[in-house]
């Protein structure tokens, strides 16, 4: 996924840490220093500063975004057997997080402008089973969760964020929506660390409560196992001090985004290639810039050849997939998603993209276009 030799590639950490490297070697050594290695002062304080920056009361670090979304959903009460409404053109985590605490996953078809869970679906799909709904707010922009609340009445809702710190939707900011909001930080995020991260956040005590408990063993007092499933769940130290380093410069790294997914809007519009739709009320954080065209698999081929090596978010359909086979899916069931998984791809994004690399890549995709259109 990084850029190799001369090319150009969708993420790469290094000008980052060029960038910030003093900062981040000082918060790596604030943390060595400090005498305490574990659920410490550089976890606490990541917690309120995140839970600031979200609007909401509550944030618990944990070790990854996929244990965010696991630990949010038993927090919120679904147990095995359980179904979660969620959608298949997400990151395999979801629905491997779903799969894990032994609920299942139904998912729902995606809109074809936005390629966000297409609401109108849903009603159709809720059953006696149904305890939870799990909206991804995909490749930077948010699901409208105050439509989505209509059609699931008093439902939980927990939102994936792990594609969207920092965006807000029609309901307000990513992770103040809904009942819990996990967050991942894996390093190509939005907000990564350097390693693996995440977080639950959630303006409601108990569930705060429970979330603490189940990322340590079940316990709540040492020792002493409360409640299973428990977990082993924590956020590193070093990682939560790194965390606070770069959360101070979150916004200007979001509005750099918005910068060269403009650029992109410029150079690539009159192209023929579909690019991202805004949804209503959407303020778009720019995880990815994913552009779609029918010849998809021909055009990353070309612009590999060129230097230019994009990715696929996400090729598989989750519910198309060997390991889901056991939720009775077929090939057809998810048109929409089937559809989308053929023709997408992602331009590169990140806040130290140098403007040379985005002319580089503009200046390729409509070479190969002029060629293949
Ligand atoms: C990255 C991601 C996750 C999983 O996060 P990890 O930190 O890699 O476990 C879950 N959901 C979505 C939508 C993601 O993009």
């Known amino acids: 996924m990084s850029a190799s030799g001369n090319g150009v590639g969708v993420w790469a950490y290094l000008a980052e840490y060029e960038r910030d490297r003093t900062e981040i070697l000082a918060a790596v050594d604030r943390v060595f220093s400090s005498g305490r290695l574990v659920l410490g002062e550089s976890v606490r304080g990541f917690e309120d500063e995140f839970a600031a920056y979200n609007g909401v009361e509550h944030c618990v670090g944990v070790d990854n975004g996929t244990n965010a979304v696991k630990l949010a959903l038993q927090a919120v009460g679904v ?6 409404i969620t959608v298949s053109n997400t990151a395999a985590p979801t629905a491997v997080a779903i799969d894990e605490i032994g609920a299942v996953p139904v998912f729902a078809d995606v809109r074809e402008d936005t390629y966000l869970m297409d609401i109108d679906t849903v ?20 699901v409208d969760i105050p439509r989505l609340r209509e059609i699931t009445g008093t439902l939980p809702v927990v939102e994936d964020c792990a594609q969207a710190h920092g965006a807000t939707g029609p309901g307000g900011r990513a992770g103040a929506m809904g009942e819990a909001a996990a967050f991942s930080f894996y390093p190509t995020k939005v907000l990564g660390a350097y390693g693996d991260g995440g977080a639950v956040t959630t303006s409601d005590a108990g569930t705060a409560r429970t979330l603490r408990r189940l990322r340590y063993y079940g316990m709540e007092e040492r020792y002493y196992v409360e409640e299973t499933p428990g977990h082993n769940a924590r956020l590193d130290e070093v990682q939560a001090e790194i965390l ?17 997914a403009e650029r992109y809007h410029d150079g690539l519009g009159d192209t023929g290639l579909t690019l991202p739709a805004i949804g209503t009320g959407n303020d778009h954080v720019y995880y990815l810039f994913v552009a779609r065209h029918p010849r998809r698999d021909e055009l ?14 996400y090729p598989w359909p ?28 992602s331009l590169p994004m990140y806040a130290t993209l140098t403007r040379e690399d985005q002319d580089r890549t503009i200046a390729a995709v409509r070479d190969v276009l002029a060629v293949i259109a």
């Open 79 to 84: 147990r095995p057997g359980d179904e979660v």
């Open 123 to 142: 009603e159709d799909l809720i059953t006696p089973r149904t305890r939870c709904v799990l909206p991804v707010h995909l490749y930077g922009q948010c």
């Open 244 to 260: 606070r380093v770069k959360l101070r410069r979150l916004d200007e790294d979001i509005a750099a985004r918005r910068r060269i």
């Open 300 to 313: 990353l081929k070309l612009l590999a050849d060129q230097g230019i090596h994009l990715n696929v978010s």
């Open 318 to 345: 989750i519910h198309t997939m060997r390991g889901f086979d056991k939720l009775g899916y077929r090939a057809g069931d998810l048109p929409v998603t089937e559809k989308l998984a053929d023709e997408v791809f």
